[in-house]
């Protein structure tokens, strides 16, 4: 049984269809990240799972039981939103036990759960504190226990640390990676950032026009992308396209201008391999500069035309084939703007899509 099902899920305002057959399993004890660009529709997702919003067609199933039509605190879920939307006049135990007073829990229960909650969070010491004594990072941790003391199987999570400046974003997302391993419930979490996604996922649903474009994990997202759209939007920095033609006169092979990349060693999808325009993507981290570089299938010499240090790496462009090309050497190499240097990589662990489908081959 899943923990949380989607069945052909209709969603539309007026005319404008937003989400159309969209289907999502989700298993028990899943960290599960919806992931895309602004509009993308995952936000939308979430919210409909939730109940906040009415759906157009289609069905949502939590632990087996249609929740379709039924009111969101009648769902079994707790949610977290990107707003910490706390009282202000409350104190952090108030924040707290609030919803649970609201459906008369017992004084004994909601000070169990609390105290539970503030355990897990630790936050015991900040439980006599108003919000306005409270860091953001605070804040948050009071919003996630708030949903915590619902004693739930299924949290959501809907941007809950784009609120946050970078430190305090990767602290939290380190304690909800603990979190989830501490308490094993399902989590379905929203975002925009692909370093959450990457660090926290079981599995990304990477959305795109309120579609799911792959769902898997983290790691075939990263390797082997479906599409020209989920390569460049995961990975940073972003991955390298060149754009030419694939030649299979007598090996196969990526031509474009100047430039023949053999690919014996590159695993197609199984649908053929069909000649003509395709975008060869290969990722910056995957390129090897130096004198190793002439060992593998692919190699040539490049000018640095601009360098960028970046602490432990740095991020060198260049032009390949007439197009902007960029790789990653380590920070402490000295490489400097006009230099030339020997690159090379493993067509293996390139991606190359159809120029007119950009499908994966």
Known sequence: M???SVKNLDLSFGDVQVLHELNLDVAQGEFLVLLGSSGCGKSTLLNCIAGL????????FINGRNVTWDEPKDRGIGMVFQSYALYPQMNVRG????????????????????ARAAEILQIEALLDRKPLQLSGGQRQRVAIGRALVRDVEVFLFDEPLSNLDAKLRADLRIEIKRLHQRLKNTMI??????IEAMTLADRIAIMRGG?????????????????KYVADFIGSPSINFLQGDISTRSRPAFTADGIMVPLERYQFTGNGINEGPVSFGIRPEHIVVGEQAASLPFHMEVEAEVVEPMGSDTLVWTRLAGQDFRFRVDGQLPLKEGQRELIGFDPSRASIFDGETELRL
């Open 2 to 4: 899943f923990s949380v």
């Open 95 to 114: 924040n707290l036990s609030f919803g649970l007073k609201n459906a008369r829990v017992p004084k004994e229960e909601i000070d169990r759960r609390v």
């Open 53 to 60: 919003l009415d759906i157009s067609d289609g069905q949502i």
């Open 211 to 227: 579609a799911i474009l792959q769902l898997a994990d983290p790691h075939t997202i990263y390797a082997r992308p479906v599409n």
């Open 189 to 194: 979490y929203v975002t925009h950032d692909q």
